[in-house]
């Protein structure tokens, strides 16, 4: 009877929370550096050259062997440069820029295999799981981010862009103000390989779809730079158009460093029609947290 009571209690112990810690890599995809080539979207503007960090951590709940609902926190930081890019007409652009990413998301989980679950406890004659368990998943949910694009000034320091207005936010005929907190869309795949009943690695790749295009500070048309420099200063207009002037701003007037802050009002500075996007590429370490329903009393 004894054997069969201490049986009954390994099969109640379960793994339904699971803490996730991970670490990688970031990368961005908007109006500011990209790939070689004009306005581009999505994978086909990827540029390695800007790739940053990440770190997570985030809590699981398998609520069976197929699904599973996860929260996350993360810290990152993305990047953009046109100078990194060999477009002639991004690098006469000449914008740069650097933003951390402070994400909360909550997202669901969908197991391609079911878990195996093997054994809780090393008992005589009993190894464990029987076979590695390699696991498979898609993943999407929603959440929100805080982000702070700041720009590398001829001085080499880095300035807060928002305060600065680049592209006329608040002013008269320019856009309205933009917020520093916005809602993403992750999406994405993800695998990981149990080393025990409690411990697992694994590796994901997730985008992270957008509700602002201003990441990159950048996303409509160039402001008159005399307004914004006698409302916010030297440091603003400058990079509000910092373009190298190699290239015309406007179809009818040439582009020199004295007229083409002028010329190139009204022009295109960035490309609203697409929203902002940032992608992480992390490793993770999982440990399952067990837990036990106890009973006040044996049930036989």
Same mark, same amino acid.
């Given at each position: 009877?004894?054997?069969?009571?201490?049986?009954?209690?390994?099969?109640?112990?379960?793994?339904?929370?699971?803490?996730?810690?991970?670490?990688?890599?970031?990368?961005?995809?908007?109006?500011?550096?990209?790939?070689?080539?004009?306005?581009?979207?999505?994978? $086909?503007?990827?540029?390695? /050259?800007?790739?940053?960090?990440? #770190?997570?951590? %985030?809590? +699981? =709940?398998? &609520?069976?062997? *197929?699904?599973?609902?996860?929260?996350?926190?993360?810290?990152?930081?993305?990047?953009?440069?046109?100078?990194?890019?060999?477009?002639?007409?991004?690098?006469?652009?000449?914008?740069?820029?650097?933003?951390?990413?402070?994400?909360?998301?909550?997202?669901?989980?969908?197991?391609?295999?079911?878990?195996?679950?093997?054994?809780?406890?090393?008992?005589?004659?009993?190894?464990?799981?029987?076979?590695?368990?390699?696991?498979?998943?898609?993943?999407?949910?929603?959440?929100?981010?805080?982000?702070?694009?700041?720009?590398?000034?001829?001085?080499?320091?880095?300035?807060?862009?928002?305060?600065?207005?680049?592209?006329?936010?608040?002013?008269?005929?320019?856009?309205?103000?933009?917020?520093?907190?916005?809602?993403?869309?992750?999406?994405?795949?993800?695998? $990981?390989?149990?080393?025990? /009943?409690?411990?697992?690695?694994? #590796?994901?790749? %997730?985008? +992270? =779809?957008? &509700?602002?295009? *201003?990441?990159?500070?950048?996303?409509?048309?160039?402001?008159?730079?005399?307004?914004?420099?006698?409302?916010?200063?030297?440091?603003?207009?400058?990079?509000?158009?910092?373009?190298?002037?190699?290239?015309?701003?406007?179809?009818?007037?040439?582009?020199?460093?004295?007229?083409?802050?002028?010329?190139?009002?009204?022009?295109?500075?960035?490309?609203?029609?697409?929203?902002?996007?940032?992608?992480?590429?992390?490793?993770?370490?999982?440990?399952?947290?067990?837990?036990?329903?106890?009973?006040?009393?044996?049930?036989?």
């Amino acid at each position: 009877m004894v054997p069969l009571l201490v049986k009954a209690q390994f099969r109640r112990k379960r793994y339904k929370y699971e803490v996730v810690m991970n670490i990688g890599g970031t990368n961005f995809l908007g109006d500011v550096g990209g790939s070689d080539q004009v306005g581009t979207h999505f994978l $086909k503007d990827f540029n390695y /050259q800007v790739s940053r960090q990440v #770190i997570g951590i %985030g809590l +699981r =709940y398998k &609520t069976n062997r *197929y699904w599973a609902i996860k929260g996350d926190l993360y810290w990152g930081e993305v990047g953009g440069d046109d100078a990194l890019s060999k477009e002639p007409f991004r690098q006469n652009r000449n914008i740069n820029f650097k933003s951390i990413i402070l994400e909360a998301s909550v997202r669901f989980e969908g197991y391609f295999t079911k878990e195996q679950q093997g054994h809780l406890y090393r008992l005589k004659n009993v190894h464990g799981m029987k076979r590695r368990d390699i696991q498979a998943y898609f993943f999407a949910g929603v959440g929100a981010f805080y982000f702070n694009p700041k720009g590398k000034y001829i001085d080499g320091n880095y300035y807060a862009l928002r305060p600065l207005h680049t592209e006329g936010e608040g002013l008269p005929g320019g856009p309205r103000e933009y917020s520093p907190v916005a809602i993403c869309i992750p999406l994405g795949l993800g695998a $990981k390989i149990a080393l025990d /009943q409690k411990w697992s690695i694994g #590796i994901e790749y %997730g985008i +992270r =779809y957008t &509700t602002t295009d *201003y990441i990159d500070d950048t996303s409509g048309k160039y402001y008159n730079n005399d307004v914004i420099r006698s409302n916010y200063g030297n440091v603003a207009a400058y990079f509000a158009n910092p373009s190298l002037a190699k290239y015309p701003a406007s179809l009818d007037t040439p582009g020199t460093p004295s007229n083409y802050d002028q010329a190139a009002t009204g022009q295109e500075r960035g490309d609203p029609k697409y929203k902002d996007a940032y992608m992480f590429m992390t490793v993770n370490v999982n440990y399952k947290i067990p837990y036990s329903r106890r009973r006040t009393r044996s049930k036989f």
